[in-house]
């Protein structure tokens, strides 16, 4: 059992949080109004999650969910991280996120931003590419014909593997791209972003993505 911090509780959050009691690990959970507005939600989960602050919920997780808007991140504590798996779960639209220039270039990835921000922890890029619906309805046990996957990414091997552990006790396969720099094969409007793929396929899409500046 693993004390796991989420910071953010919207689609994402509250569905990874759905995922993490039902296997058995104890919930933390912060958005930015504060933990009285998550009484719902945690009512939901039942007694192994708890709503908190955002300091409180990176202090309290042994692995950390970042799932906010992207905006967010600066505020996302860095101390209480220092030497943690930071699970990045964010994506770029600049509509809502407002133009950040090293992404409009591409000289730089969205968890690599985070990484940027926490460098004492350890960033794995993972759950940006799956609707949250799905995260509960297309999970199934290890084994499944045609078992959903998902990508990863991230620089610190120990980090990888310990998600790639939790994304498949929470019902996918697992497909690592390679360091954070690569996770823009993951991002939106690549041809893995948001399908339902098998391992296979999804290496398939990994190969095809395209960088938005040459398309
Ligand atoms: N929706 C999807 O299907 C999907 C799929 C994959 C990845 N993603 C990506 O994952 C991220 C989260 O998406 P979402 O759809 O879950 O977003 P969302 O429904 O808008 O939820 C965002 C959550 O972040 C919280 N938040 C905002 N600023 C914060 C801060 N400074 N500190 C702590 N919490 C803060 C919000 O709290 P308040 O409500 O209190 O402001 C809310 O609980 C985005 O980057 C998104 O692109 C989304």
């Given at each position: 059992m693993t004390t796991i911090g989420i910071i953010g509780a919207g689609n994402i959050g509250s569905q990874l949080a759905r995922l993490a009691v039902q296997h058995g690990h104890e919930v933390v959970i912060a958005n930015s109004r504060g933990p009285e507005t998550l009484t719902d939600l945690v009512d939901e989960l039942g007694p192994s999650a708890r709503a908190a602050t955002r300091d409180e919920a990176a202090a309290a997780g042994e692995v950390v969910i970042v799932t906010t808007?992207?905006?967010?991140?600066?505020?996302i504590p860095v101390e209480p991280l220092t030497g943690k798996v930071v699970i990045d779960t964010n994506n770029y639209y600049p509509q809502r996120d407002g133009h950040i220039a090293a992404l409009d270039d591409e000289t730089t990835t969205t968890a690599e931003l985070l990484q940027a921000h926490l460098p004492a922890s350890h960033v794995v890029k993972a759950?940006?590419?799956?609707?949250a619906a799905d995260l509960t309805g297309h999970a199934s046990p290890a084994?499944?014909?045609d078992r959903r996957a998902l990508v990863i990414a991230g620089d610190d091997e120990g980090a990888k593997q310990a998600v790639t552990a939790l994304i498949d006790a929470f019902g996918f396969d697992v497909v690592d791209a390679g360091p954070?720099?690569?996770g823009w094969r993951i991002q939106?409007?690549?041809?893995?972003?948001g399908p339902r793929l098998t391992a296979d396929e999804l290496r398939e899409a990994l190969a095809a993505a395209k960088r938005y500046r040459d398309q």
């Open positions: 808007p992207l905006a967010a991140i600066e505020t759950f940006n590419h799956i609707g084994g499944t014909a954070l720099a690569e939106r409007d690549t041809p893995g972003y």
